[in-house]
C-alpha cells in the first residue's frame, strides 16, 4: 500500500519549515551540467515495476530523511528532459556571438562550460555523472557521435569537447584574480541538475503558500523511494505541482518532476536510470588532453580585448536601482527598471540578430494595460512582461498575472 500522509498541525508546519531549510543548505557534491540535464536512451526507461511497500512517513519525517542524508560518493547515468515551451535554441547562442566566433564560446573555446549551459535548455540530454566528495566531481553529456566532459579534481578543473577537439582549463587557485575581472571558473558542483539540487531548489522556496506531502512510493533506478509533493496553495502560479522521489534508504533524491499548471508533460524531468553509491575509481577524475587537441586556458581568455564582456555588462546593472519582488510565494513576481528609474527602451526589430530576432517574435504576445503597451514573452514555466519603456516584470505566473503587476505599478 502507498503512504498517505496526515493533516499537519501548526506545530508539525513550524517543524516542517525547519526542516526544509535544513534541506535546502545541504547540497550533495554532485556534478551535473544544466538547469535541466538528460539521457537519450542509454539505459532502460526508469523502472516501474509496482510501487514497494514501505513503512509509513510523514512529509515532515521525510523532508528530514533529505536533511540528514550525507551521500558523498556516487556514480550512475542522468536522464533529464526539459520542455519549457522554447523553440529551437541549437543556433541561437551563434546568433549573439561576434562574427567569426568559435561555436559555444565568444572568445574562442567550444569547451568552455559556459558554452554549454543553453543547449541543455530544451529537449532531451544522457549525463553520465561521478562524485567523490567536495574536491572530485565529473559530468559528460553524450551525444549522438560526440562527448563533452567537465571534471573538477582537486585544485583543477578540466572540460573537453570531443566534437572540436578543444579542451578548457582552469586552476581554482586563480578564482579569485579571476573574480576581479568579472569571470567565474565553472565547476561541475556548481551546474545544478541533479535531483537532490533541484529538489533544494524548491524546498527553500517553499513555505506558508506551499502543501507538502507524501503522495505514495514509486520504484527509481531499481531502488524503493518515497515520493513527496509539492503544489502551490496560491491560484496564479504557472507551477501545477512538483514532485521529488527520495531514496528510502539513503535519503537521497532520484527524480525531480516539475508539471507545468497548464497542464501537459512535465516541463522538467530529471532522474536516475542508473545510481551506484560507491566509491568512484580515482581514475574517473583523471584528465589529459589527447594529441592535438586545442587548450584553452582560463586565464587567456579575453586578453587584447580590453575589459571582458562580463565586466562591461556589470556597469550597466550597477546603474539599476535594484529589483523590487511582488507578492510572495509562488505567485511572486520581479520587477526589473532600467537606469535612474527610467526603461531602458525594449529591443525593436533590426537591433538584434535575425535568429535572436526570430526566436524572440515565437515567444512574444503584444499586451496593454493601464502601464500602457508592451510585450509579453512566454515559456511553459516562466513568463516575462516588458513595457515600452523598458521594465521587466518577470515570474512563474500567468500573463494575466503580470499585467495586473504592471497596472498596479502606476
Not at 547540497?27 to 523502472?47: E, F, Y
Not at 533544494?200 to 524503493?224: C, F, K, M, N, Y
Not at 507545468?260 to 545510481?275: C, E, L, N, R
Not at 568512484?280 to 583523471?286: C, E, H, N
Request: glycine share 12%; net charge negative; proline share 6%.
Amino acid at each position: 500500500m502507498a503512504p498517505n500522509d496526515s493533516a499537519q498541525t501548526t506545530e508539525e508546519a513550524k517543524d516542517l519549515a525547519v526542516g526544509r531549510r535544513k534541506a535546502a543548505r545541504y547540497i550533495v557534491p554532485v556534478a551535473v551540467a544544466g538547469v535541466a540535464a538528460a539521457t537519450i536512451g542509454l539505459v532502460p526507461a526508469l523502472a516501474a515495476s509496482g510501487d514497494p511497500d514501505l513503512p509509513k512517513i510523514s512529509a515532515q519525517e521525510l523532508i528530514e530523511k533529505i536533511a540528514a542524508s550525507d551521500t558523498q560518493q556516487l556514480s550512475g547515468t542522468v536522464k533529464v528532459n526539459t520542455d519549457l515551451g522554447l523553440p529551437d535554441i541549437g543556433g541561437l547562442a551563434d546568433s549573439f556571438a561576434p562574427k567569426g566566433g568559435d561555436r559555444g564560446n565568444e572568445q574562442g573555446s567550444s569547451a568552455a562550460p559556459d558554452g554549454k549551459l543553453m543547449e541543455l535548455a530544451t529537449g532531451s540530454h544522457t549525463l553520465r555523472v561521478a562524485a567523490d566528495g567536495p574536491d572530485r566531481q565529473k559530468v559528460s553529456i553524450l551525444e549522438d557521435a560526440a562527448e563533452y566532459s567537465l571534471i573538477h579534481n582537486g585544485d583543477e578543473v578540466w572540460a573537453y569537447d570531443s566534437a572540436t577537439n578543444e579542451a578548457y582549463h582552469s586552476k581554482d587557485v586563480a578564482k579569485g584574480a579571476a573574480e576581479e575581472h568579472g569571470k567565474d571558473q565553472a565547476k561541475p558542483e556548481d551546474l545544478p541538475s541533479t535531483p537532490k539540487e533541484f529538489a533544494d531548489e524548491a524546498l527553500e522556496a517553499a513555505g506558508d503558500t506551499t502543501s507538502i506531502t507524501v503522495d505514495g512510493t514509486a520504484q527509481v533506478a531499481g531502488r524503493d523511494a518515497y515520493q513527496l509533493l509539492i503544489k502551490p496553495k496560491q491560484s496564479g502560479s504557472t507551477i501545477g505541482s512538483i514532485k521529488v522521489a527520495v531514496d528510502a534508504k539513503t535519503g537521497t533524491p532520484l527524480k525531480f518532476t516539475l508539471t507545468p499548471s497548464g497542464g501537459g508533460k512535465a516541463a522538467v524531468d530529471v532522474g536516475f536510470t542508473k545510481v551506484d553509491f560507491s566509491k568512484p575509481a580515482a581514475s574517473t577524475f583523471d584528465f589529459s588532453p589527447p594529441k592535438g587537441a586545442k587548450v584553452t586556458e582560463a586565464d587567456e581568455l579575453g586578453k587584447d580585448q580590453g575589459a571582458p564582456k562580463h565586466e562591461k555588462d556589470l556597469k550597466g546593472f550597477e546603474e539599476f536601482q535594484g529589483l523590487n519582488v511582488i507578492g510572495e510565494g509562488w505567485t511572486s513576481i520581479a520587477k526589473i527598471e532600467g537606469p535612474a528609474g527610467e526603461g531602458s527602451a525594449a529591443p525593436k526589430e533590426g537591433d538584434v540578430p535575425p535568429e535572436a530576432q526570430g526566436f524572440l517574435d515565437a515567444l512574444g504576445d503584444p499586451v496593454k494595460g493601464k502601464f500602457g503597451s508592451g510585450t509579453v514573452f512566454k515559456t511553459r514555466l516562466v513568463n516575462a512582461l516588458m513595457t515600452d519603456d523598458g521594465t521587466v516584470y518577470v515570474g512563474a505566473v500567468t500573463k494575466d498575472a503580470l499585467v495586473k503587476a504592471a497596472d498596479a505599478g502606476k
